[in-house]
C-alpha cells in the first residue's frame, strides 16, 4: 500500500514562449516541444492528458500565455501561475544555474510538485475582455497626456497640428473603448449588477468602476482586511524590538489603487461620510495624502461589502 507521505503528484511545467511550449511531465521525466498556437494547443492537451497532471504550471508571460491558458483550462486540467522570481529562486535553491526552455520547463513542474501552488480560477471571457480594454485605455490616456504636453512645447507649426490631431484621435479611440466597455458591462447580467452597486458610491465613477470590476474581481468575497491588503492601502507594520518606525502602505494592485486615488479625491468633496472622515484626519495632524490614503481603505471596503450584500450605498443610506 502507498503512503500519503511517499506519494508524489504528477504535475505538468510549461515554458511559454512566444512561438513554442516547451513541456515537462513530473515525475516521469518526459518532455516534449508544441507551437504556441491552436495545432499546438491541441497537441499539448492530448500530451498532458496520457500524463494525466493534477497541476500545469507555467510563468505568466504577457499575451502568450493567455490563449494558451484559457485553451488548456477549457480542456479540463487545473492550471496555475507561478511568479518568474519564485521560480528563479527555487531553481537556485536546487542548485540549477542553467537557464534553457526545456530546463525552465523542469524547474516549474517540481516546484509545482513540492510547493503544490494554487490553481487559477479564470475569470469569464467577458471579463477578460473588459480587462483588455481597460487596460489599453489607461494606455491611450497615457498617450493623450504625451501628446498634450508636447503640444505646449512644440515651437513648430507642423508639429503642433500633428500632435492636436493624435490627441483628437486618441481621445476618439478612448470614446470608442469607454462605449464597448459599457456594452460589455449592460449585455452581462453579473457585471451589470456590480456596476450599479459600485457606482451607487459617491466618488466613484465610471472609470474608476470599470476598474475595478476589471481588475480587482474579488471583491465582495474577501473580509474588509483582505480587501484593503488586495488594493494596497493597509498600513504595513515597521517594528523591530523596542524600534517603532512609521507605518506605510505597500504591495497590492498599484493600478487599481492609481484608479481609487482618483475616486478618494472626488469622495471627499463630494461624499458627506468620507468629506466628514477626512477633515477629521487632516485636523488630527494627519498629512493629505495619508488621509486619502484612509478614504480610499474606506471606500474599498464599503464597496466590498455592499457587493457582498448585493446592495447600493443609497439603500444603506436609507436604513440609517
Request: with cysteine; hydrophobic share 45%.
Amino acid at each position: 500500500m502507498v503512503k500519503m507521505a511517499d506519494y508524489t503528484p504528477i504535475v505538468a511545467g510549461i515554458d511559454v514562449s512566444k512561438a513554442h511550449l516547451d513541456a515537462y511531465l513530473h515525475p516521469q521525466g518526459l518532455n516534449a516541444r508544441f507551437s504556441n498556437d491552436k495545432i499546438g494547443w491541441r497537441l499539448l492537451c492530448a500530451w498532458l492528458a496520457k500524463g494525466n497532471p493534477e497541476t500545469v504550471v507555467f510563468e505568466p508571460t504577457g499575451p502568450y500565455h493567455r490563449a494558451m491558458e484559457r485553451y488548456v483550462h477549457d480542456k479540463g486540467f487545473a492550471v496555475a501561475r507561478l511568479d518568474p522570481r519564485r521560480a528563479r529562486r527555487f531553481a537556485e535553491a536546487l542548485g540549477i544555474n542553467v537557464k534553457t526552455d526545456p530546463v525552465d520547463a523542469r524547474v516549474l513542474a517540481r516546484f509545482g510538485a513540492y510547493l503544490k501552488p494554487a490553481a487559477a480560477i479564470l475569470p469569464a471571457q467577458n471579463l477578460e475582455h473588459l480587462k483588455e480594454l481597460v487596460a489599453a485605455r489607461r494606455g491611450l490616456v497615457q498617450q493623450r497626456t504625451r501628446c498634450a504636453n508636447k503640444a505646449k512645447t512644440a515651437t513648430t507649426h507642423l508639429l503642433q497640428k500633428q500632435l492636436r490631431q493624435t490627441e483628437k484621435l486618441v481621445r476618439q479611440h478612448i470614446q470608442e473603448i469607454d462605449d464597448a466597455c459599457r456594452t460589455i458591462v449592460r449585455d452581462d447580467p453579473g457585471l451589470s449588477i456590480r456596476y450599479d452597486i459600485v457606482t451607487s458610491i459617491p466618488g466613484i465613477g465610471d472609470v474608476s468602476a470599470m476598474t475595478l470590476l476589471a481588475d480587482m474581481p474579488e471583491l465582495g468575497t474577501m473580509d474588509a482586511k483582505q480587501a484593503a491588503s488586495l488594493l494596497g492601502a493597509a498600513p504595513v507594520a515597521f517594528e523591530s524590538g523596542t524600534f517603532i518606525g512609521k507605518r506605510h502602505i505597500r504591495g497590492g494592485r498599484a493600478l487599481v489603487r492609481q484608479a481609487m486615488y482618483m475616486a478618494a479625491l472626488v469622495a471627499a468633496r463630494y461624499n458627506e461620510d468620507m468629506k466628514q472622515k477626512y477633515h477629521d484626519l487632516i485636523k488630527n495632524g494627519k498629512p493629505p495624502k495619508v488621509a486619502l490614503t484612509a478614504i480610499m481603505r474606506k471606500l474599498i471596503v464599503l464597496a466590498n461589502a455592499l457587493l457582498r450584500d448585493q446592495r447600493k450605498w443609497a439603500e444603506i443610506r436609507a436604513c440609517a
